[in-house]
């Protein structure tokens, strides 16, 4: 099995209160693999972490075996790590169109042309076009990014952070929000991203969590409770004491 | 639907923001028609010119990139004493002296860039105000320099091209400043459609987006701050050279907040805002200033107040309509 | 030397209660209120008029200021500032911005556009020497009155429940809200006694800072310097910084007067650059 992202003894503390404890996680090279937790399990600290949002108190991270801990952000995205936001993170003025011409750009380098015309650059068009067909956004392509419907732009915040070809994809509670009806094609299409893309899924709801994911991690006050497949997860009854009891009750 | 004509859509979504529409066409034969229909508001016109360079200039870093800037007035003051002395000192060609401004303000801009890489806008407000103030007080003690008080006087500027002479009408001055505005806004234009302006938006509309999306923040800000810089100097250089004179007054405080009431009354984001915020406040000035000139500061404060307040919904919806008037009479007449 | 240190104290000591009330508005509300000088200028005014006009000694013109002050921070803030809560920093600053010029041009109208002049009683005026030191009386009186104000502030701050509601507001007005707190009220109580201060500061300023229309404008810079570098959390960031503020700037002037303010300007840049949430905040500035 080859690694695609890795933790080494993560540690982050803000204050007093530790939100990420000495977590060693591992995802496998095109894993689906999801990462749960009750609310205050620190998720979203960790994929801050993985993401270069915030600097780790101790511990590193590696992508595809390299040391990435102290690697900006946006360097991260061109290495190959991508990401989604559980709350949207979009450019609201802009086009579906706009969007995935800027992180397609971005991602051919292109950023650094100041004189160049967008549509004169035939690659650029060509993958802008095949993003937008493979998550069916060809048909709003011109509208405002601010003033679609929610469950579109939960779509093009998957679309933008896949537009950046990663090889590890972070998706943090990608379906949050989203009414049932619209969900199933959300993670529809998140089922059908490529196979060597290694998917990392944040999520919340064990219906989608168990549909989709192989592997499963349970972070419970900031460390690593459990980790396994997910009839091992579902069995453990550590699980089922710290989360799985909690959940069906709240 | 198949793949090519996916393709051919996004090329033409991408072409639409770069076009030339026929309103734009019809504004610029305005501003030459202009020359002719008002032979005598000539200098007025060529302030109006280098107004609205300026406020291209700012519309880069705060329509664009989202950048607010108190202190804009430091490059258009640094490019216009920067001219002045090259003219006074080393060579009266404009087009030398105009490009010595715009390099002089382009290194200050990127000297000063670190600035407003972080902090709030508060902290931006409060350093760019700083940077301005600062300047203002070194050209007042370096009198020896500057003229301070007195300002720069003995400005001899050439001919432009060796083959125009400035005259006291303005013809050449206004020429010369509208044709060097077109020339870099024809360029700005072009700057923003690129890859480079794609991504000043994103870092405007969601700077956490733009950074997940592989955009280095930080090089970008650095890149448009010198540019507008030197935009600005530009400016500067231009009211320098035409009005042959350069007074303490281009970096007052003042000079920077009426740069942003231009803006906010033209709309930022779309490069025409400044123009046409530059010659609404130059006519407001014009028109205040016959009645009551003496308190022609408390009508522009009342209009800030009341914009803010509630009138740029009203103003922007007037222009927009305006605008769209022109626009779909522009459509229909080559058809 | 000495002496220079005094003066200094005495002007940021003014520099803070002309200030202060602009620091708890913006960290309260979050809001830039450039036309916090406008109040002052008010204050100065209002003891002018009523000193030439109505003959009131310079002591009860003080509180007459700081109340004429108040009241119209009373006025302002529930007619024009309120909507402006929710707008953006840059519509927020045009906004003021709008408001300094109205001020500036209508006191230019009203009260012509030279500098104005109280007449000091005789007990405040001169100076004495203590071992030494120049001490002007005026300014000893100055630092008195805005030293016991300063400590009555940091004692209401911190120690009454107007006091600990107005932090709660500060640290985070949703959950003041959410606990019950009419932050609104609480607000519009601040502005006012902040408009208040200032004019209570453009009052004490006449004689140090000179008083005409260009009041409000020329001093703006200081004020903020004020808010920025000492933070918006606490009394003492504040009050801290206008003592810096004072003497650097007391100091400047009297040594190299050719470098006039580019000291402190200068100053200011290096302090926001190198602590860009103010030189003693607690975390979020």
């Given at each position: 099995m080859s690694v695609a992202l890795q933790t080494f003894d993560l540690c982050k503390s803000f204050g007093g209160i530790t939100a990420t404890d000495h977590v060693d996680f591992t995802l496998a090279k095109g894993a689906r693999h999801a990462l749960i937790g009750p609310n205050g399990a620190g998720k979203t600290t960790f994929v801050n972490l993985l993401t270069g949002v915030l600097r780790p108190s101790s511990g590193r991270v590696e992508l595809k075996g390299e040391d990435i801990t102290a690697v900006s952000r946006e360097a991260r995205v061109g290495r190959g790590l991508a990401r989604t936001f559980q709350i949207n993170q979009l450019f609201g003025t802009m086009t579906p169109v706009e969007m995935i011409a800027l992180v397609?750009?971005?991602?051919?380098?292109?950023?650094?042309?100041?004189?160049?015309?967008?549509d004169r650059d035939a690659?650029?068009?060509?993958?802008?076009?095949?993003?937008?067909?493979?998550?069916?956004?060809?048909?709003?392509?011109?509208?405002?990014?601010?003033?679609?419907?929610?469950?579109?732009?939960?779509?093009?915040?998957?679309?933008?952070?896949?537009?950046?070809?990663?090889?590890?994809?972070?998706?943090?509670?990608?379906?949050?929000?989203?009414?049932e009806a619209e969900r199933r094609e959300l993670m529809a299409m998140v089922a059908g991203l490529p196979e060597d893309v290694s998917v990392l899924l944040i999520e919340h709801d064990m219906d989608l969590v168990f549909r989709f994911a192989t592997r499963i991690t349970v972070l419970v006050n900031g460390h690593v409770l459990a980790e396994g497949d997910p009839d091992e997860v579902a069995r453990d009854p550590a699980v089922r004491a710290a989360y799985l009891g909690e959940h069906a009750h709240g | 639907m198949s793949e090519g004509s996916i393709e051919a859509r996004v090329q033409r979504s991408l072409y639409a923001a770069r076009r030339w529409h026929p309103a734009e066409i019809m504004f610029w034969l305005l501003a030459v028609a202009a020359f002719f229909l008002l032979p005598r508001q000539l200098l007025i016109l060529n302030e109006i010119a280098i107004l609205g360079l300026f406020a291209v200039s700012l519309d880069l870093i705060l329509g664009y990139a989202g950048i607010v800037s108190l202190g804009h007035a430091a490059f258009f003051g640094f490019?216009?004493?920067?001219?002045?002395?090259?003219?006074?000192?080393?060579?009266?060609?404009?087009?030398?002296?105009?490009?010595?401004?715009?390099?002089?303000?382009?290194?200050?801009?990127?000297?000063?860039?670190?600035?407003?890489?972080?902090?709030?806008?508060?902290?931006?407000?409060?350093v760019t105000l700083g940077v301005a103030l600062i300047l203002g007080e070194l050209a007042n003690s370096l009198g020896w320099l500057t003229g301070g008080a007195d300002g720069l006087q003995g400005i001899m500027m050439g001919s432009v091209l060796g083959l125009f002479e400035f005259d006291i009408f303005g013809k050449v001055a206004y020429l010369y400043s509208l044709a060097v505005l077109f020339v870099l806004f024809v360029l700005a234009r072009r700057i923003v459609g690129s890859p480079f302006g794609l991504s000043l938006r994103a870092i405007r509309d969601n700077p956490l987006r733009a950074s997940a999306s592989g955009v280095p923040l930080h090089w970008r800000l650095v890149a448009v701050y010198t540019l507008a810089a030197a935009y600005a100097g530009a400016a500067g250089a231009l009211l320098a050279q035409t009005t042959q004179f350069v007074s303490l007054d281009v970096l007052a405080f003042h000079r920077s907040a009426d740069l942003m009431l231009v803006l906010i009354i033209g709309g930022a984001g779309y490069l025409y805002g400044g123009l046409i915020g530059a010659v609404a406040f130059k006519l407001l000035q014009d028109v205040i200033a016959s009645f009551t000139p003496q308190y022609w500061m408390f009508w522009i404060g009342l209009f800030l107040v009341l914009f803010v307040l509630g009138g740029r919904e009203l103003i922007h919806g007037g222009i927009k309509a305006v605008v769209g008037r022109v626009a779909r009479l522009g459509r229909r007449s080559p058809t | 030397?000495?002496?220079?240190?005094?003066?200094?104290?005495?002007?940021?000591?003014?520099?803070?209660?002309?200030?202060?009330?602009?620091?708890?508005?913006?960290?309260?509300?979050?809001?830039?209120?450039?036309?916090?000088?406008?109040?002052?200028?008010?204050?100065?005014?209002?003891?002018?008029?009523?000193?030439?006009?109505?003959?009131?000694?310079?002591?009860?013109?003080?509180?007459?200021?700081?109340?004429?002050?108040?009241?119209?921070?009373?006025?302002?803030?529930?007619?024009?500032?309120?909507?402006?809560?929710?707008?953006?920093?840059?519509?927020?600053?045009?906004?003021?911005?709008?408001?300094?010029?109205?001020?500036?041009?209508?006191?230019?109208?009203?009260?012509?556009?030279?500098?104005?002049?109280?007449?000091?009683?005789?007990?405040?005026?001169?100076?004495?020497?203590?071992?030494g030191i120049g001490v002007g009386r005026y300014r000893l009186f100055i630092i008195l009155l805005c030293g016991a104000l300063a400590f009555a502030m940091q004692w209401g701050f911190t120690r009454t429940r107007f006091g600990s509601r107005l932090r709660a507001a500060v640290d985070d007005a949703r959950v003041a809200r959410g606990l019950g707190i009419p932050v609104n009220r609480l607000f519009a109580l601040t502005f006012a006694f902040g408009s208040g201060l200032a004019g209570l500061g453009g009052a004490l300023g006449i004689e140090l800072m000179g008083l005409d229309p260009t009041f409000s404008l020329k001093f703006m810079i200081y004020f903020l310097i004020v808010v920025t570098v000492g933070g918006t959390s606490t009394i003492s960031g504040p009050f801290f910084a206008a003592m810096l503020l004072g003497v650097a700037d007391v100091a400047g002037k009297y040594l190299v007067p050719q470098l006039g303010a580019f000291i402190i300007y200068a100053l200011m840049v290096v302090l926001l650059i190198t602590r860009p949430h103010g030189l003693f905040a607690r975390g979020r500035a």
């Open positions: 397609t750009s971005e991602r051919l380098g292109r950023g650094r042309q100041l004189l160049r015309a967008l690659e650029l068009v060509a993958e802008t076009a095949e993003i937008l067909a493979r998550f069916r956004l060809d048909d709003i392509m011109d509208e405002r990014i601010a003033t679609l419907p929610y469950g579109k732009q939960r779509q093009i915040e998957i679309a933008a952070a896949f537009a950046a070809k990663p090889s590890v994809l972070l998706l943090d509670e990608p379906a949050a929000g989203v009414p | 490019g216009a004493y920067a001219a002045g002395l090259f003219a006074k000192h080393a060579s009266a060609d404009p087009l030398a002296g105009l490009a010595v401004g715009m390099g002089a303000a382009g290194l200050l801009g990127l000297l000063t860039s670190p600035l407003i890489l972080r902090g709030s806008d508060l902290t931006r407000l409060m | 030397m000495l002496t220079i240190l005094f003066d200094g104290v005495a002007y940021g000591m003014i520099l803070f209660v002309l200030a202060c009330g602009l620091s708890v508005t913006m960290g309260l509300m979050n809001f830039i209120n450039l036309a916090h000088g406008a109040f002052a200028m008010f204050g100065g005014y209002v003891t002018v008029l009523a000193m030439q006009r109505l003959g009131l000694p310079f002591l009860w013109a003080l509180p007459a200021a700081f109340l004429v002050a108040a009241a119209a921070g009373l006025v302002l803030e529930r007619l024009v500032y309120r909507p402006m809560y929710a707008k953006s920093h840059l519509d927020q600053v045009m906004f003021s911005i709008g408001l300094v010029f109205m001020a500036v041009a209508g006191a230019d109208y009203l009260m012509g556009s030279s500098q104005q002049f109280v007449q000091l009683p005789a007990w405040l005026s001169g100076r004495f020497d203590l071992a």
